[in-house]
T-cell receptor, first 113, second 111 residues
Framework: DAGITQSPRHKVTETGTPVTLRCHQT?????MYWYRQDPGHGLRLIHY???????DKGEVSDGYSVSRSKTEDFLLTLESATSSQTSVYFC????????????FGPGTRLTVT | GENVEQHPSTLSVQEGDSAVIKCTYS??????FPWYKQELGKGPQLIID?????GEKKDQRIAVTLNKTAKHFSLHITETQPEDSAVYFC??????????FGKGTLLTVNP
């Protein structure tokens, strides 16, 4: 398995609180992605990074921000969590943009009450 | 952007039978189509992929076919086993260079 870890694996938080999810990789891959997975929607791209300090928006970026200060770490922040952000969040990595294989982490289950 | 439709949403087969999952895509510039298997409580795992310059690819009991003219691709699993039970996702890499995923197919293989 690709060396990807996500933390925390489970989190319950209240509406309006800030939340940060962490993705850590040991593969030295350039590209990192954050997806959310919801029933009936499959996987949807939130944000991605194509290098240190280089990030861009995905399909469902509203309410989320990201940061990448080191190659190995990609952080996803919910500035003020809402119940609609209850989901399972997956981080993925790849060597190149899109055409190369993407490897997924184990996921973080976030519940916003 | 790319739109990927996946059918069926659920599929139940008897052990030893074949399973076929179909996907269509909208972006004619799409050139890379991976398939992922997701077991309960785990992240998606790439099981096979195909690029637009190839019509078919096989890996043991798994095969993927691509019809660029019709803009559809399919996953074929032969001699299914209970451990094949999982959710399967197709995806397409569109002209924005990002993967767009189908909504998934829950495959159940009955012993």
């Amino acid at each position: 398995d690709a060396g990807i870890t996500q933390s925390p694996r489970h989190k319950v938080t209240e509406t309006g609180t800030p939340v940060t999810l962490r993705c850590h990789q040991t593969e030295n891959h350039r590209y990192m992605y954050w997806y959310r997975q919801d029933p009936g929607h499959g996987l949807r791209l939130i944000h991605y990074s194509y290098g240190v300090k280089d990030t861009d928006k995905g399909e469902v970026s509203d309410g989320y921000s990201v940061s990448r200060s080191k190659t190995e770490d990609f952080l996803l922040t919910l500035e003020s969590a809402t119940s609609s952000q209850t989901s399972v969040y997956f981080c993925a990595i790849s060597e190149s943009d899109g055409a190369a294989e993407q490897y997924f982490g184990p996921g973080t289950r976030l519940t916003v009450t | 952007g790319e739109n990927v439709e996946q059918h069926p949403s659920t599929l139940s087969v008897q052990e030893g039978d074949s399973a076929v999952i179909k996907c269509t895509y909208s972006d004619s510039a799409s050139n890379y189509f991976p398939w992922y298997k997701q077991e309960l409580g785990k992240g998606p795992q790439l099981i096979i992929d195909i690029r637009s310059n190839v019509g078919e690819k096989k890996d043991q009991r798994i095969a993927v076919t691509l019809n660029k003219t019709a803009k559809h691709f399919s996953l074929h699993i032969t001699e299914t086993q209970p451990e094949d039970s999982a959710v399967y996702f197709c995806a397409g890499r569109g002209s924005n260079y990002k993967l767009t995923f189908g909504k998934g197919t829950l495959l159940t293989v009955n012993p």
